[in-house]
């Protein structure tokens, strides 16, 4: 099983963030794909997942308004208009699930399998 992350990289505030997360070698039912970001020096949080059955979204409290998750063979993740707050590391994960209680405890049991993860700044 292997998630690549691609995009990120520098952006401006108030610039579009577009995230892409690549999967390879999931078998059905642990396609279900989360993302999830860590600010420098902060715990890991969850933003949003997608079913890999029928692409229904769920959103966490910081994802919900903010970010937009879609699925088009890769799975992207679109932030409108990016912060300094949007800085750190930005991971894409799988799980055999996509609710609400995927994000809990930084989705160290309910995601099976993590990207490497990539580097967002965000230049003021």
Same mark, same amino acid.
């Given at each position: 099983?292997?998630?690549?992350?691609?995009?990120?990289?520098?952006?401006?505030?108030g610039?579009?963030?577009?995230?892409s997360?690549?999967?390879?070698?999931?078998?059905?039912?642990?396609?279900?794909i989360?993302?999830?970001?860590?600010? !420098?020096?902060? +715990?890991r $949080?969850?933003?949003?997942?997608? =079913?890999?059955?029928?692409?229904?979204? @769920?959103?966490?409290?910081? /994802?919900?308004?903010?970010?937009?998750?879609?699925?088009?063979?890769?799975v992207?993740?679109?932030?409108n208009?990016?912060? !300094?707050?949007? +800085?750190? $590391?930005?991971?894409?994960?799988? =799980?055999?699930?996509?609710?609400?209680? @995927?994000?809990?405890?930084? /989705?160290?049991?309910?995601?099976?399998?993590?990207?490497?993860?990539?580097?967002?700044?965000?230049?003021?």
């Amino acid at each position: 099983v292997q998630l690549v992350e691609s995009g990120g990289g520098l952006v401006h505030t108030g610039e579009p963030l577009r995230l892409s997360c690549t999967a390879s070698g999931l078998t059905a039912g642990y396609d279900n794909i989360g993302w999830f970001h860590q600010a !420098p020096g902060k +715990a890991r $949080e969850g933003i949003a997942c997608i =079913s890999g059955v029928d692409g229904t979204t @769920v959103y966490s409290a910081i /994802g919900k308004g903010r970010f937009t998750i879609s699925k088009r063979g890769a799975v992207h993740l679109l932030l409108n208009a990016a912060t !300094p707050d949007d +800085a750190g $590391e930005y991971y894409c994960a799988a =799980s055999r699930f996509c609710d609400d209680f @995927v994000f809990r405890d930084e /989705g160290r049991n309910t995601y099976d399998y993590w990207g490497k993860g990539l580097l967002v700044t965000v230049s003021s």
